[in-house]
């Protein structure tokens, strides 16, 4: 593409994605909301720098853990903050690349288009990993177009640090480094030479061997739970989904991407003679998945990295037609609307028994009801087995000088952060607060409390809350 066909795109995108920022800032700013369990983990991992966590690579603790520093405050406004950000940056970075291969339309629409997707909109709300990989892997892409086009070692490095970063974010990262070498064989100009190709792979060790030293130092743990989401590597012996779950998963991903989006996509994977090499790093996650679902359970959002090097595709073939782009822009943008709107009215239930954002309301409350009962009986340790019950207290009661404890795996593999980090001391002595589905084991020193009442995640669980001797509680494993 000439530079002058290219020119001129920069100054609109960055006024565009500006707006679109602010926008989300400030419906994130009323949102009435919940921390997810997830994201109070992430908080909770960026309380202590290290190279690696239970579940998931260290980037995203790291980011929270900067930005609620940086601001003084943990509310859950500057743990979700980074999220449309991170998401305008990903639109700036797809544009430019659109813009050295499709010229200056493409990028407009190209960025108009990443910030109207479901996965952004979502993504701006809820802090995710995806969301930290974004910029990461859009970067690596356009670095390594620019090495596609004048063969530079130093795009190549470039691109093989940016993925490293992304990889550092989320392992879906290394779809980019397969989606190259897919790329080079199909493709000829996508053929950069071993020299690049050593490069990228130089960069891309270099910031990801902190992480896999702490994997080895800490038994694999995060590269073991990953293999745990997939069932049918980790054993887990659940019936194969079969066609059922393949329709699934891409049915799915008209609500990821926007329905006309992901229809172009697919379009241009039809077309990938003619669209680039592109189409090869879009289809190896759409593929891996697709053969995931088959054989085990998937998330929608286990794809996610087709769309970075994807929608520059759907957009290519969107051009030829414009009202069919008009459209397609138009449904992605009430979407992305209707998601924030839905976090200013929390409570909004349709005429049903339960909020429609149930899995995000309750928590706090809950976790506010179990400290005030710890505190009645003087300060006592809270004990639960259940991952989001714990999340939120160690985020909730992060200042309420009490402690937190999950089961004690006693030799066996933990099956959360908090089993690895806060187990039940083997020691433990004195009245413990346990919160448990069942009735404990252990006599009751007082009458057991339902709790989680509320509307919200916990009000048909049956949770309650028992007073009992610590020794026994421990000695229950």
Not at 80 to 102: D, E, K, S
Not at 461 to 466: E, F
Request: aromatic content about 10%.
């Amino acid at each position: 593409m000439r530079a002058e066909a290219a020119a001129g795109w920069l100054r609109p995108v960055l006024g565009l994605v500006a707006a679109v920022v602010a926008l989300r800032w400030l419906a994130l700013a009323f949102d009435g909301t919940d921390l997810f369990v997830d994201e109070v983990q992430y908080w909770l991992w960026g309380q202590h720098f290290d190279f690696g966590y239970y579940s998931k690579p260290p980037l995203i603790g790291w980011l929270i853990g900067a930005v609620t520093w940086a601001a003084g405050s943990d509310a859950p406004f500057w743990v979700r903050m980074p999220g449309a950000a991170l998401h305008g940056a990903t639109a700036v970075i797809l544009a430019a690349l659109a813009a050295r291969i499709w010229g200056r339309a493409a990028a407009v629409w190209t960025a108009a288009f990443y910030l109207s997707l479901p996965m952004a909109a979502l993504g701006s709300i809820l802090m995710s990993t995806d969301t930290v990989m974004a910029p990461c892997f859009a970067l690596a892409l356009l670095f390594w177009q620019r090495c596609t086009e004048d063969r530079r070692g130093i795009w190549a490095g470039a691109a093989g640090l940016a993925i490293g970063a992304g990889f550092m974010a989320k392992y879906a990262a290394v779809y980019f480094l397969l989606g190259a070498g897919l790329a080079a064989l199909v493709f000829p100009a996508a053929r950069v030479g071993w020299r690049n190709a050593g490069l990228l792979l130089a960069g891309f060790a270099l910031v990801i061997l902190p992480n896999i030293l702490w994997n080895l130092g800490h038994g694999l743990a995060t590269f073991s739970h990953t293999a745990d989401n997939v069932g049918w590597v980790a054993g887990a012996g659940r019936p194969a989904p079969g066609l059922a779950g393949l329709a699934e998963f891409w049915a799915s991903q008209f609500a990821v991407a926007g329905p006309v989006v992901f229809a172009a996509l697919v379009a241009a994977l039809f077309r990938a003679r003619r669209m680039g090499w592109l189409v090869a790093v879009a289809l190896v996650p759409l593929a891996a998945v697709s053969v995931q679902s088959l054989l085990d359970r998937t998330n929608a959002n286990w794809a996610v990295a087709a769309y970075f090097a994807g929608l520059p595709l759907a957009v290519a073939v969107l051009a030829g037609w414009p009202r069919l782009r008009a459209a397609g822009l138009a449904v992605n943008v009430l979407l992305a609307l209707a998601l924030p709107a839905l976090t200013l009215m929390p409570g909004l239930s349709l005429g049903g028994d339960q909020p429609l954002l149930k899995r995000y309301l309750g928590r706090a409350a809950l976790s506010e009801e179990l400290i005030a009962l710890a505190r009645a009986q003087g300060d006592v340790p809270i004990y639960a087995e259940d991952r989001d019950v714990l999340a939120d207290l160690f985020y909730t009661g992060r200042d309420a000088g009490l402690a937190f404890y999950a089961r004690n795996p006693a030799g066996a593999k933990p099956r959360s952060h908090y089993e690895q980090a806060y187990p039940l001391p083997e020691g433990l002595t004195g009245p413990v607060l346990a919160v448990l589905d069942a009735a404990p084991a252990c006599p009751p020193l007082a009458d057991p409390q339902p709790v989680g009442r509320t509307p919200g995640a916990y009000a048909s669980r049956g949770l309650t809350a028992t007073l009992v001797d610590g020794a026994c509680l421990a000695a229950q494993r």
